[in-house]
Nanobody, 119 residues
C-alpha cells in the first residue's frame, strides 16, 4: 500500500501564506502524479493543482498566480505554496498520488488537513 501524510494546514488571516506538504511512503512503488484537492463544507472535492512526474503542472483558475505546486521526486513529496490566501480558500485540503506498485496501479488519498482563512 501507498500511504500519504500531509502537514502544514492551520488558521491564518487573509493575505498570509501557508505551505502544505505531502509525503508518500510504501514499498516498491512509483509515483506518476501528485496533487492537491480541496473540499469546503457542503461542496464537492475539487482539484487545486497537480504535477506529473515530468514536472508539468495544472491549476484551478481560482488559484492561478497565488498557489504554486512543486515536487521532490527523490522524496516522493509534493508541496503547495499558498500565497495571498483568501477566506474562500478555506477548506480541507487533500493530497492525492497515483502510480504503480507491485500489484498494479494505485490511487491514494491523504487524510486531509484543514486550512482556515479569516477575513
Amino acid at each position: 500500500q501507498v500511504q500519504l501524510v500531509e502537514s502544514g494546514g492551520g488558521l491564518v488571516q487573509a493575505g498570509i501564506s501557508l505551505r502544505l506538504s505531502c509525503a508518500a511512503s510504501g514499498i516498491g512503488f512509483s509515483v506518476h502524479s501528485m496533487g492537491w484537492y480541496r473540499q469546503a463544507p457542503g461542496k464537492q472535492r475539487d482539484l487545486v493543482a497537480d504535477v506529473d512526474s515530468g514536472g508539468s503542472t495544472n491549476y484551478a483558475d481560482s488559484v492561478k498566480g497565488r498557489f504554486t505546486i512543486s515536487r521532490d521526486n527523490a522524496k516522493n513529496t509534493v508541496y503547495l505554496q499558498m500565497n495571498s490566501l483568501k477566506p474562500e480558500d478555506t477548506a480541507v485540503y487533500y493530497c492525492r498520488a497515483r502510480g504503480d506498485y507491485e500489484w498494479g496501479k494505485y490511487d491514494a488519498w491523504g487524510q486531509g488537513t484543514q486550512v482556515t482563512v479569516s477575513s
